[in-house]
């Protein structure tokens, strides 16, 4: 289907309207299905100053569903550890080894989790994954002791977010082949871990814009009221 088909053949809805997280979930349910399974995004604005460091709002979330996508993970581990990380489903591990690999910036994972201990190696390819967004971090529960709990967070569907520009947060909570019970509970987890991550410093309103969206759909503004 071609875009302009696509467009004509979305619902007729006001985009300046805001919607019910009931209404929105529906919205997007209606959308004509592409030939591919999308994915169902939110963007938060926060009412936050994003320049200073302890007004970022940064981390990472379980969802109660999975994403049901194939999440790639690389472990920088070793010992008992390596174990842990294979046991748990770890596409890649190792330690020494994977620098090399990975030191010209040729990626092929979409997590990469370690432990407090191996940082001081990871960090050595702090300029090729740092641009990317991929090097580990205690916030995003990507360094820790717990490394088996870590894989297996990650391969279920966690989804891991940081303040961009203007003080926005996205995450994907869905895909489009979800049901509307699931999408609803995978975005209200997600809006509560938002919540919950309120900087002490923000003053003034703090959730300040909620739109949903599909991969290539339009977005739906949510009423930040029930939030």
Known sequence: MKDTNYKKSLPEVD???SFTVDEAIDL???????????????????????????????GSLTLP????????????VDGDKAKEAEAAGADF????????KYKDGNIDFDVAITTPGMMK?????????????????????TVTENIEKAVKDVKHGQVR????????????????????????????????????LKPASSKGIYIEDIYLSTTMGPGYRIDVSQF
């Open 93 to 100: 591990i190792g330690t020494e080894d994977l620098l090399e």
């Open 28 to 58: 997007l349910l209606k959308q004509p299905k592409r030939k591919f399974t999308e994915s169902v995004d939110v963007s938060v604005t926060l009412g936050i100053d994003p320049k200073k460091s302890d007004q970022n709002v940064r």
């Open 161 to 196: 977010f940081k303040t961009e520009k203007e003080g926005i947060v996205q995450g994907t909570v869905a895909n489009s082949t979800m049901d509307k019970d699931k999408m609803t509970e995978n975005l209200n987890s997600f809006m509560a871990e938002i919540k919950r």
């Open 15 to 17: 985009l300046e309207k």
């Open 121 to 141: 190696v990871v960090s050595k390819l702090a300029k090729v994954l740092g641009p990317k967004g991929l090097m580990p971090n205690p916030k995003s529960g």
């Open 65 to 76: 569903h999975s994403l049901g996508k194939e999440v790639k993970v690389v472990a920088f």
